[in-house]
């Protein structure tokens, strides 16, 4: 027999015996067989193409997320409930066998979306110390190394100091020269300023200070045309041509900025070779990724207190440094040079002079006797002569980032013959031989916590292995070896820094109660104060 297009189907007539069941059931208990009117619910629609993961996860129960079912529409006893449509579920998307062991239900028996796991870099920085946020220990960083950007800038900075040294005494010199060393002072005031273009770069610094008197000098004076290369503006050119008062291109200490260094003045040794880091000259240097270079014709007379003095012989000084600086960890780097520079100094040559007469008040009583007249045989006049000197220098440093902050060493040797212009300057004419001199120095700094600096440096010089000296009667080497010691701390705060040095120098300068060389009182230590500009 056919079927009624209104005979009910078996679905109807299962969802027409479960709303009789639950009506009979609520009125047994007493309650309002009509539930409340409730807001529809807002019809689920089948994930896009577009969806995310988390959205093709979730499921939604039409049981439950549609709240309670409402009552039927029932028309007159003709009328007969109409099919339930029904509820269209999408499909979870497939997981692969890869990642199908690591899903996790949740209590609903659904997928759960699993948390978004951490790259390996991000992981790496979780479990590396975090850098200490401290004082910028490199304001200017390497003279090796330096950024020519477009434009203008002004910087500078000025070191103000008390010190005080074992030698100082209330006293003048034969040459009318104080010798008290316990004083105020300004040892550096400097203005910086820098002008670049797109191939080209000027800078002029003067430095101005009290050490010594009232001084005021040139610290450069710069005048580059560079080749960039494919270097950034935030990196040293790959060639620049410099000319006028630059700085010299030798060893790692004349290549450390003053005003970033920690330690008061360079070590005994370089300030032996060089009593000032500049000289007038050409210059072609750059850098080219870690390779770094520089090579110089310089007039090979350094700076005095107060000016540049001028050339007394025509041939030129030739100085010259390669060395390069990798980082070899994402927070540490290293770094090593060698160095070396040839010329030639100038020994001064002495008038000569005539026969004459000298009187000589041996008894002093203030007059003139017969014997006390004296004839002073004259002398021929000894001309100026250049002579040769040289140095070679080997320099490294590295530094590393720790949980307590910046670690920063090295260290540097010198080898050098009649180079010394600062501590014994050397003049062979006059010694009569070469003055072969040796020396070097190490140094650590450690940044603590975010304001704090610890630094030690040793530093030995012997300017000159030749000397022989007589002592009861044997002859044997003279030893005129130093030894500096420098223990240093300071607090920086942003650009204000404050240091005190103590420097114990050790050396064969005194003599004892018998005449035996034996180290002389000349310790000192300096309180320095820094503030940038």
Known sequence: MPRSGFRPSRLACFSTLLLLGVTEGAMAQGQDPTPEPTAPAAPTAPPSDGASEADED????????????????????????QPAAPVVTPAAPPVSGAVASEVVMNPSGEPAVPPAQPSGLARAAEMSPEPVQGPALEREGSNYRRRMKPGFAVSGFIQAQYQNSQFSQDQLNPDGQQLNLDEFGVRRARVRLDHGWSFGFATLEVDAGTIGGANLRLRRAEASVFYRGDAGLDETPWAVLTAGVTDVPFGGELGESQRDRLFMEQSIASRALFPTPADVGVKVWGAYHALEYGLAVLNGEPTDGTSFPSDPNAHKDIAGRVGFQAKVHEKSDLGAGASFYTGQGFSAGTPGSKDSIEWVDINNNGVVESSEIQGVTGSSAIPSQNFERWAMALDFHARLQTALGLTRFGAEAYLASNMDRGVAPSDPVVLGGNANALGGSVYAVQ???KYFLLGFRAAYYDPNSNVIEQHAGDFHLKDQSYLELSPTVAVAVDKVRLSFEYDFLIDHLGRDAVGVPTDAKNDHFTLRLQVDL
């Open 58 to 81: 979730y499921e939604v129960d039409a049981s439950t997320e549609a709240g309670p079912v409402p009552p039927q529409a029932t028309a007159p006893e003709a009328m007969v409930p």
């Open 447 to 449: 940044q603590l916590a």
